[in-house]
């Protein structure tokens, strides 16, 4: 089911969306889905509507002061944040990807003493090596200075839904949680976790749409648009697939 997952957002991607048209026009001779690709490249290349689609994801959680939330039950912070890096005597190291606010707000919120519990989920894919990303991470925090015996661990998750489940089988039903994990993945996080009867504070981190003046380059085309545009498309995949299942 993970690849079938993974799979469904290729499926209707950016590059996806081209290649079809550039197939279409291969098969039929046509040269109006090879216009059709090209426009979709202009489109979708477009910083201007990368940053529009950053902003809609992340448009219903705005920024809060850490200091200001609730003391909660425990603190849930998501995977998705650790690359896998193999080093030249083929051993596995570990690199924050830009997602590593989620563990900086997690220990911050242990620091301002709004919970005595932290969890870490162990994110892992079929494909995935090395350790579990949240035996990582829990060493980190101890190094961090947080009690290990504050610290709690997942079984193994591959998804957004099963991290919900195995904090539920932890925790049980009706605890206060805040939920730490990127803005643009909150919407569908919180509607996972409220499923399983949680009382959720969100605590939306990790950015994507910056504020900049506008220039001449946002109207050139970028790769970086594309990555984001494709974020966008695997995002709003994600929700409608909550949103039907439950």
Not at 82 to 94: F, L, V
Request: glycine share 6%; hydrophobic share 45%; net charge neutral.
């Amino acid at each position: 089911m993970i690849y079938l997952h993974k799979l469904l957002p290729l499926l209707v991607s950016p590059l996806a969306i081209i290649l079809y048209f550039l197939l279409i026009s291969f098969f039929t001779k046509s040269r109006w889905p090879s216009i059709c690709a090209i426009i979709s490249v202009i489109i979708f290349s477009n910083p201007i509507v990368a940053q529009f689609g950053k902003t809609y994801l992340e448009k219903d959680y705005p920024v809060i002061e850490l200091k200001n939330i609730p003391k909660v039950d425990s603190i849930v912070v998501l995977s998705g944040m650790i690359r896998n890096i193999e080093k030249t005597n083929g051993e596995i190291d570990y690199e924050f990807s830009e997602a590593v606010d989620r563990f900086e707000a997690g220990i911050s919120l242990m620091e301002l003493g709004k919970s005595t519990s932290i969890i870490f989920t162990r994110g892992w894919l079929a494909w995935s090596v090395g350790m579990p990303e949240g035996e990582y991470l829990r060493s980190l925090a101890v190094a961090r200075g947080i009690n290990t015996n504050n610290i709690s661990l997942t079984p193994e998750v591959k998804n957004t839904d099963e991290e919900a489940e195995a904090i539920f089988r932890l925790l049980g039903s009706n605890n206060t949680i805040a939920l730490v994990t990127s803005a643009f993945h909150m919407p569908r996080a919180i509607k996972v976790f409220e499923q399983r009867n949680f009382n959720i504070v969100p605590i939306a981190v990790d950015r994507r749409a910056g504020v900049s003046k506008l220039t001449f380059l946002d109207f050139l085309p970028s790769g970086n648009a594309i990555a984001e545009n494709s974020l966008f498309f695997r995002e709003i995949i994600g929700r409608v697939y909550y949103a039907l299942i439950y």
